[in-house]
């Protein structure tokens, strides 16, 4: 978003790094009744198309506006968390080393519109920003916490690969959302991804539940990266901790053509680095802007969000296709 930098993260930056929709998915209607009864049944759209339209272009206005000004107030208008404390995060940043975002423009946007019954509601958009090698897909998720509530971003994953377009439409175009909690179709519940992802990064591949997920660069390289990081770091006389556990953020999932799902959730990392000598600990990277530079003497405590899309197939492992990662809040000693 316009709030982002492209500065590395931290020492481990490597590691972890990277509906106005153009509608629905498929209802999976059953038993009597034509398709559109059967769609009614399972709710009512979140939107219409033309309003998701509107929702994506007024928080382009408010998140440039947000950018221009580095002013977390103005994002307060447009996003909700997880979205908001990482992008929160990347304005401090900024503000530090005082260099304000870019102005963002959204192209060939997508959207998909679950049909929902009551709120919260929510819908999901596929769309790009930046050009040539600067271009980012994003996984956008907003979300509307009661009627005449505004539409809010909650998500933002980056993706390298098309994942969006899986999603089934019904007969009228719109999405199926899944229930988190169900296996119904699925390899696995989309409520067990996040303690499965969270054991894998933190325990590795032989860690309970480890093995739903897909070998890929968010998961198994990603654990590999990690040790190899903490290794280095020993080697200039710096211990590192890194644990993972689930972040207390509702899932969202949407059904794909192959009865799968299209799975968003976050994860929450805790870091504790330690050395014996001061002056082996600084603040850089992406903790720029949430401690004092010189805090960090021999301890340095942080805290990361980490937000992920996921396609759960109908059998197989989960394969991570996005993320978002961005340190939230960092405590020097």
């Given at each position: 978003?316009?709030?982002?930098?492209?500065?590395?993260?931290?020492?481990?930056?490597?590691?972890?790094?990277?509906?106005?929709?153009?509608?629905?998915?498929?209802?999976?209607?059953?038993?009597?009744?034509?398709?559109?009864?059967?769609?009614?049944?399972?709710?009512?759209?979140?939107?219409?198309?033309?309003?998701?339209?509107?929702?994506?272009?007024?928080?382009?206005?408010?998140?440039?506006?947000?950018?221009?000004?580095?002013?977390?107030?103005?994002?307060?208008?447009?996003?909700?968390?997880?979205?908001?404390?990482?992008?929160?995060?990347?304005?401090?940043?900024?503000?530090?080393?005082?260099?304000?975002?870019?102005?963002?423009?959204?192209?060939?946007?997508?959207?998909?519109?679950?049909?929902?019954?009551?709120?919260?509601?929510?819908?999901?958009?596929?769309?790009?920003?930046?050009?040539?090698?600067?271009?980012?897909?994003?996984?956008?998720?907003?979300?509307?916490?009661?009627?005449?509530?505004?539409?809010?971003?909650?998500?933002?994953?980056?993706?390298?690969?098309?994942?969006?377009?899986?999603?089934?439409?019904?007969?009228?175009?719109?999405?199926?959302?899944?229930?988190?909690?169900?296996?119904?179709?699925?390899?696995?519940?989309?409520?067990?991804?996040?303690?499965?992802?969270?054991?894998?990064?933190?325990?590795?591949?032989?860690?309970?539940?480890?093995?739903?997920?897909?070998?890929?660069?968010?998961?198994?390289?990603?654990?590999?990266?990690?040790?190899?990081?903490?290794?280095?770091?020993?080697?200039?006389?710096?211990t590192l901790s890194s644990r993972f556990t689930p972040a207390p953020y509702k899932i969202y999932a949407l059904r794909t053509?192959?009865?799968?799902?299209?799975?968003?959730?976050?994860?929450?990392?805790?870091?504790?680095?330690?050395?014996?000598?001061?002056?082996?600990?600084?603040?850089?990277?992406?903790?720029?802007?949430?401690?004092?530079?010189?805090?960090?003497?021999?301890?340095?405590?942080?805290?990361?969000?980490?937000?992920?899309?996921?396609?759960?197939?109908?059998?197989?492992?989960?394969?991570?296709?996005?993320?978002?990662?961005?340190?939230?809040?960092?405590?020097?000693?």
């Amino acid at each position: 978003m316009a709030a982002r930098t492209h500065v590395p993260i931290n020492p481990l930056a490597g590691a972890l790094g990277g509906c106005l929709l153009v509608t629905a998915l498929t209802a999976g209607c059953s038993g009597s009744g034509s398709p559109a009864e059967a769609a009614k049944a399972k709710g009512t759209p979140a939107l219409t198309k033309a309003q998701a339209e509107q929702v994506l272009a007024s928080f382009a206005e408010g998140l440039n506006r947000a950018g221009k000004r580095l002013s977390a107030k103005a994002l307060h208008t447009v996003e909700t968390d997880p979205q908001l404390s990482m992008d929160v995060a990347a304005l401090k940043l900024r503000r530090a080393v005082r260099k304000p975002p870019g102005k963002l423009a959204f192209t060939s946007s997508a959207f998909y519109i679950p049909r929902l019954t009551g709120h919260p509601r929510w819908f999901a958009a596929d769309t790009t920003t930046g050009t040539g090698d600067r271009t980012l897909r994003h996984a956008l998720l907003f979300t509307q916490d009661k009627p005449g509530s505004p539409w809010l971003l909650a998500a933002d994953p980056y993706i390298a690969e098309p994942a969006l377009p899986k999603v089934a439409l019904d007969p009228e175009g719109f999405a199926t959302p899944v229930d988190p909690a169900t296996q119904d179709h699925l390899a696995v519940a989309p409520a067990k991804l996040p303690q499965a992802h969270a054991a894998l990064l933190t325990d590795g591949p032989n860690a309970s539940g480890a093995a739903l997920l897909a070998d890929g660069a968010r998961t198994s390289e990603t654990y590999k990266a990690l040790k190899q990081g903490e290794r280095a770091l020993a080697g200039r006389g710096v211990t590192l901790s890194s644990r993972f556990t689930p972040a207390p953020y509702k899932i969202y999932a949407l059904r794909t053509k192959d009865r799968g799902a299209i799975v968003w959730y976050v994860l929450k990392q805790n870091e504790a680095y330690s050395a014996t000598k001061r002056g082996r600990l600084s603040v850089s990277g992406d903790l720029v802007g949430l401690a004092p530079a010189k805090s960090a003497r021999t301890r340095m405590d942080t805290t990361v969000l980490v937000q992920y899309l996921a396609t759960v197939p109908p059998k197989g492992r989960a394969t991570v296709n996005g993320m978002y990662r961005k340190a939230v809040l960092a405590h020097g000693s």
